[in-house]
């Protein structure tokens, strides 16, 4: 089973910042945050990734609670292409290297005009 | 160019039928992976390679075989089709942890 929990869907303005909230109050101390996101049935597209600190990229932004119970992904000027399924993922661990990304059910962004 | 990719693209076939989904990555990537997702959408793991070697294998029926001629490859073999097979199935590779998954396009499997 998928260890995060986030909301079904979310609407967002056209140019305004959009923030997706993931809970994973059972991520353990050594397990990274990934968020990848998914447009119309294409292939999941991998987006950012982090452990204890905020990250950035060229796409998003992460910020990590301290106790690592929670995230959130910002998109800061989202457009009507980020429409998307988002997906926020704990790899779970396994014995060498048997680790894998369970999906949930993700976040319905739809970015409005 | 492109990093994972997927053939084909779309497959029609009827129940009973063997079926083969090909799959080719070309980021010197050490694991590969195939996951299916269902008419409700959700993304589901199948199977790992990692060189060549099956290190995840969840449960699935025996008549899915993959199989990785070499670390850039990984191949999906189904025997005997049924419906409940119909599906989008994506190839994925990844290098070591905590490094992110590349995804290929999918097939879209249509069992009639």
């Known amino acids: 089973d998928a260890k995060t929990t986030q909301p079904t869907s979310m609407d967002c303005a056209e140019g305004r910042a959009a923030n997706l909230p993931c809970n994973h109050s059972?991520?353990?101390?050594?397990?990274?945050v990934y968020w990848y996101r998914q447009i119309h049935s294409q292939g999941p597209q991998y987006i950012i990734h982090g452990l204890k600190n905020n990250e950035t990229n060229e796409m998003a932004s992460l910020i990590i609670t301290e106790d690592r119970k929670s995230s959130t992904l910002i998109l800061p000027h989202a457009t009507l292409r980020d429409t998307a399924v988002y997906y926020c993922i704990v790899r779970v661990e396994g014995s060498g290297n048997t680790g894998k990304l369970i999906f949930g059910q993700g976040t319905t962004l739809q970015v409005k005009p | 160019d492109t990093a994972v990719s997927q053939t084909p693209k779309y497959l029609v076939t009827q129940m009973g039928n063997d079926k083969s989904i090909k799959c080719e990555q070309n980021l010197g990537h050490d694991t590969m992976y195939w996951y299916k997702q269902d008419s409700k959408k959700f993304l589901k793991i199948m199977f790992s390679?990692?060189?060549?070697?099956?290190?995840i294998n969840e449960t699935v029926p025996n008549r899915f075989s993959p199989k990785s001629p070499d670390k850039a490859h990984l191949n999906l073999h189904i025997n005997s089709l049924e419906l409940g097979d119909s599906a989008v199935y994506f190839c994925?590779?990844?290098?070591?942890?905590?490094?992110?998954?590349?995804f290929g396009s999918g097939t879209r499997l249509t069992v009639v």
């Open positions: 390679y990692n060189n060549k070697e099956l290190i």
């Open positions: 059972t991520i353990s101390g050594n397990e990274y």
């Open positions: 994925a590779s990844s290098q070591a942890p905590p490094r992110g998954y590349t």
